[in-house]
């Protein structure tokens, strides 16, 4: 079981980013183009490693509704 992957990374950028922004859950899901769930941005932020699409739904969401440009490795960092 050696070659298994990590899965539980810890803490998030993107915790400390929503917090500075003064973002919840919430203003994600509003945001969101897609399909999002509270549950999926509470996988992002405690580090439970996200699939590539599901990453850029969360950056995509938090751009819209930061009204900046962030690239994924400033939220994610694996």
């Given amino acids: ?5 990590e ?3 810890g803490e998030q950028p993107i915790a ?5 922004l ?3 859950a919430g203003d994600l899901i509003s945001n ?3 399909q999002m769930t509270y549950k999926m941005v509470s996988r992002a932020v405690k580090g439970r490693r996200l699939t590539p699409h599901m990453q850029q ?3 995509s ?5 930061a009204g900046r440009q962030y690239r994924s490795s400033d939220l994610f960092n694996y």
């Fill in 32 to 34: 969101s183009t897609g």
């Fill in 61 to 65: 969401a938090l751009n819209k509704a």
């Fill in 7 to 9: 899965r539980d990374l």
């Fill in 22 to 24: 003064g973002l919840k």
């Fill in 57 to 59: 739904k969360i950056l």
């Fill in 16 to 20: 400390k980013l929503m917090v500075d």
């Fill in 1 to 5: 079981m050696g070659n298994e992957t």
